[in-house]
Structures are given as structure tokens and as C-alpha cells.
């Protein structure tokens, strides 16, 4: 009873969290509610469908079960009502919508690795229209491998404006937040020490001088006479699919040889990362380098947030291209594509929070066959 009732609150909570969204139509014009389009395209998103065509498709198909919870005297929407109002949508709303819905099944980000980086939508370009490719920046909470939040900008060299307006719009207390070196900017360090958060920041040789200093700061590390003091030390070792890998990390908080350390809000370690890979019997190695904001940073730490960021890429981009087809959707007008990159993250996070076995694509292929595993996913599998 008590896991009946814990379905429903979560669904009741997905559809309150829709239901709030504004309708950007005239009234004279709604032959459909918004929230019937909305829930219809969820679910249809969730069962498979990757176009406004397979939305409608779905509707039709599905129109007995959907008109158990629904109101479809109207009926179902076409494709092109879909497509319009999708692309007439406020993102920011949707935006919002999500993240206070997927706040309330997080939970708290204290403790936990959130990685931000973006993707762009490869078959977004719309030249007809001048329209750029759309570029959206995301927040992924690693443990609960949930999509936290997301944000569009033009460029990916607009990362940098991005992920500060993005920051004030998450719950990141307690959380480490790591970035790629595109975002490692002074702002945004201090963007996340506002948000009372930790940074692993990679650097990389657009940040040249930083990058010196922080050699520099190994270097004379290495040549203290309290070097076991002043550098910790871990390794890693994978081995699979004839391929061996060995991180080997130090870390430091001894930082007289960076100059440039007090401009960077609680710049208090650095990091190294060797990473020998061995693929065929041939190795390669290589360096990365990082800064922190966690005094005395142990390299065990360090190496699991660094791993841990490689979710976003791994377990979020690759499945939205694998599972979703993301960069094959061609749908581009006005809002749509942005809207539909939220639809995918909703459908993310509701799969996820299921504990049924088997993949993204696999539990997306069950929900649209079997009535009750889509209902159970909607509600919150247990």
C-alpha cells in the first residue's frame, strides 16, 4: 500500500508541475488543454516516439488508455498542433517545470559530483530561417545520475555566460561541481562558492599561465623534503575489452608557486592526473590538470570526481544519441528543438528512477508495449 501510494504522489507531482505551465495560445485557439498535449507527448516521448508525427501516432494508437486520466472529448492533437505549440512554448517554463519537479526527487546535491557540460543539436541548423545550431548546457547530479537542470546558448563559446545563470537556478549546496576547461573562468569559480558549493575545474592550455603555475607547483613539490607531507597520492587500475587504463593522482595544497591563486574565489589544491592506456599492446600517456576549491583535497577524492564527471558524456550525451536519436531530430522550429531536449530529460529521470532492469532503450520499448510497466514508470517504479 504504502509503495501505491508513493507512485502516486510522484506522478500527481509530474502533472502538477506540467499542469502550472502557462499556455502562450489566444484562448479562442485551445482546442486542446496544454496539459493534455504536454502529458501525451511525455509519454509518448517515453515510450518511444522521437517526432511530433510519432507523438500523434502514439495519441492515436494509445487513445483508449490515455482517456482513462485524460480528457479527450477534443480528441487527439494532430502532429502539426503539437509541432505549433511546442515551438510557441516559453522554454524557461518547461525549464522550470523540470527542474522543481526533478529537485523534489533528487533530493539534496550535498555530497554528491554534479557535472555541467553542453551538447550541441546537431540537426537543429535551420540556414532557411538563419536559425544557429542549438546549443544547450546541462547539469547532471553523478550518484543519483539524474539531469538536473539545463539552459540553451547560441555558442558553445557562450558556455562561460551560461553556466553562472544556470548555477542560480540549481540547489548545489554541499555539491562538487565539476567543468570541462571551457568553463574554467574566475567567474564561474566564484559563481559556485556563492551557490556555498566546491569546484574541480579542468585547465587546459587556454588557460596558459595557470597551467605553468600549476606545474610549478608540483615541481617544487617534488623537491620539498616533506614531499609526503605537502602531496597525497592514489592510483586506479581498469582493465577490459583489450584495454588497460592506470590514473595515477597527486594532489597538492601547497600553492606559493601559483602567483595567480588568489583570483580565483577558494582556489585551495591543485590537481595531476596521469592516465597511462594500454589498447593492443600500445600505451599512451597523458597528463590532465585541474584546480579545487577543498583545502587538503585527497587524490582518491579527486580521481572520483574527475571519473564521476565523465557521467554527463557517458551516461547522459551518449544515451540521448544512442537511445533518443538526438542528433538525428530534425525538428527546429521556434522553440521546439529547446522544448523537446526537456521532454528527453524528463523521459531521462523518470527511466532512471525505476529500478527495472535493463537499458534506456530497452526500458522505452517496454513502457510503449506493456500498459502497467508505463503506468509503474510514470509513478515511480519501486
Known amino acids: 500500500m504504502r509503495a501505491v501510494e ?37 509519454l509518448a516521448v517515453l515510450c518511444g516516439a522521437d517526432s511530433f508525427t510519432d507523438i500523434e501516432d502514439f495519441g492515436i494508437a494509445k487513445k483508449a488508455f490515455l482517456a482513462t486520466f485524460l480528457d479527450l472529448d477534443s480528441g487527439i492533437p494532430s502532429h502539426d498542433t503539437f509541432g505549433r ?27 554528491q ?19 544557429a545550431f542549438v546549443h544547450m548546457v546541462s547539469a547532471w547530479a553523478a550518484q543519483n545520475q539524474l539531469v538536473l537542470g539545463q539552459l540553451r546558448t547560441e ?14 537556478l540549481l540547489g548545489i549546496t554541499g555539491a562538487t561541481v565539476t567543468i570541462d576547461a571551457m568553463g574554467c573562468q574566475k567567474e564561474i569559480a566564484a559563481a559556485i562558492i556563492d551557490r556555498k558549493a566546491d569546484y574541480v575545474l579542468a585547465v587546459k592550455e587556454n588557460q596558459p599561465s595557470l597551467l605553468e603555475g600549476i606545474q610549478a607547483c ?27 587504463e592506470v590514473r595515477r593522482c597527486h594532489t597538492t595544497s601547497a600553492l606559493e ?14 590537481v595531476r592526473i596521469e592516465v597511462d592506456r594500454t589498447i593492443d599492446g600500445k600505451t599512451s600517456t597523458e597528463q590532465r590538470y585541474f584546480i579545487a576549491s577543498r583545502r587538503n583535497l585527497r587524490a582518491k577524492d579527486a580521481l572520483e570526481a574527475v571519473r564521476a564527471h565523465w557521467g554527463i558524456e557517458n551516461r547522459l550525451h551518449w544515451v540521448l544519441d544512442m537511445a533518443f536519436r538526438e542528433d538525428e531530430c530534425r525538428i527546429r522550429a521556434g522553440n521546439a528543438a529547446e522544448n523537446f531536449v526537456v521532454l528527453r530529460h524528463f523521459t531521462m ?25 508505463l503506468l509503474q514508470t510514470l509513478f515511480g517504479a519501486a
Open 113 to 131: 559530483v554534479v557535472a555541467i557540460d553542453g551538447k550541441t543539436l546537431r540537426r537543429s541548423f535551420d540556414d532557411a530561417h538563419n536559425r
Open 257 to 270: 608557486a601559483l602567483a595567480s591563486r588568489h583570483e580565483w574565489a577558494s582556489l585551495a589544491s591543485v
Open 218 to 244: 608540483f615541481a617544487e613539490a617534488i623537491e620539498a623534503p616533506n614531499f609526503d607531507a605537502v602531496v597525497d597520492f592514489a592510483e586506479t587500475r581498469d582493465k577490459g575489452h583489450g584495454r588497460t
Open 6 to 42: 508513493e507512485k502516486k504522489v510522484i506522478a500527481e507531482s509530474v502533472l502538477d508541475y506540467l499542469a502550472g505551465i502557462p499556455d502562450p495560445r489566444m484562448e479562442r485557439t485551445r482546442a486542446h488543454s496544454l496539459v493534455n498535449i504536454l502529458v501525451i507527448a511525455l
Open 155 to 168: 555558442a558553445k563559446s557562450n558556455e562561460i555566460t551560461a553556466i553562472p545563470r544556470l548555477l542560480e
Open 349 to 373: 529521470n523518470l527511466l532512471k528512477s525505476t529500478k527495472a532492469k535493463g537499458g534506456i532503450r530497452a526500458k522505452r520499448l517496454k513502457a510503449g508495449w506493456n500498459h502497467d510497466y
Open 85 to 111: 505549440v511546442f515551438a510557441m512554448l516559453d522554454p524557461r517554463a518547461l525549464q522550470e517545470a523540470f527542474r522543481a519537479w526533478t529537485a523534489s526527487l533528487a533530493g539534496s546535491s550535498a555530497g
